[in-house]
C-alpha cells in the first residue's frame, strides 16, 4: 500500500513556474514507476510526464516537453514536477500516480496502481 500526497499547486501568470511536490509513504518508493497526470474541467484525465524507478528514463507529453521537468528523490520518497512557461490551458487538478510496471513512454491512467489526491493548478492569462 502507498499513499500519495501531492502540494505546491495555486494560481499562477501565463509564463510563471510552479514545483509539485508528491510525497509518498508506506511502501518502497523506488520500486514504483511514478508519474503525473491532469485533468481539466469536461476532460479526461491525461498523462503529463513519467519517471522510471532509477530515474534514468522521463517520458512527457508533447503539450509539456521543454516545460516541464520531472525528477524523484528516492531517499526522500518523493517525486517533483517543475513546471515553468506555464500557459492558461496548463490549468487542471494535478494527480501523481505510481505504477509497478516499467514504462519508457507514456502510460495510461489505468496503468496505475496508486493516486493522490490531487492539487489544483490555475494559470491565468
Known amino acids: 500500500q502507498v499513499q500519495l500526497i501531492e502540494s505546491g499547486g495555486g494560481l499562477v501568470q501565463a509564463g510563471g513556474s510552479l514545483r509539485l511536490s508528491c510525497a509518498a509513504s508506506?511502501?518502497?518508493?523506488?520500486?514504483?514507476?511514478m508519474g503525473w497526470f491532469r485533468q481539466a474541467p469536461g476532460k479526461e484525465r491525461e498523462f503529463v510526464a513519467g519517471?522510471?524507478?532509477?530515474?534514468?528514463?522521463?517520458p512527457y507529453a508533447d503539450s509539456v516537453k521543454g516545460r516541464f521537468t520531472i525528477s524523484r528523490d528516492n531517499a526522500k520518497n518523493t517525486v517533483y514536477l517543475q513546471m515553468d512557461s506555464l500557459k492558461p490551458e496548463d490549468t487542471a487538478v494535478y494527480y501523481c500516480?505510481?505504477?509497478?510496471?516499467?514504462?519508457?513512454?507514456?502510460?495510461?491512467?489505468?496503468?496505475?496502481?496508486?493516486w493522490g489526491q490531487g492539487t489544483q493548478v490555475t494559470v491565468s492569462s
Open positions: 500516480a505510481a505504477a509497478y510496471a516499467t514504462y519508457y513512454t507514456s502510460w495510461r491512467p489505468n496503468n496505475a496502481k496508486y
Open positions: 508506506g511502501s518502497i518508493f523506488s520500486s514504483f514507476t
Open positions: 519517471i522510471t524507478r532509477s530515474g534514468g528514463v522521463t
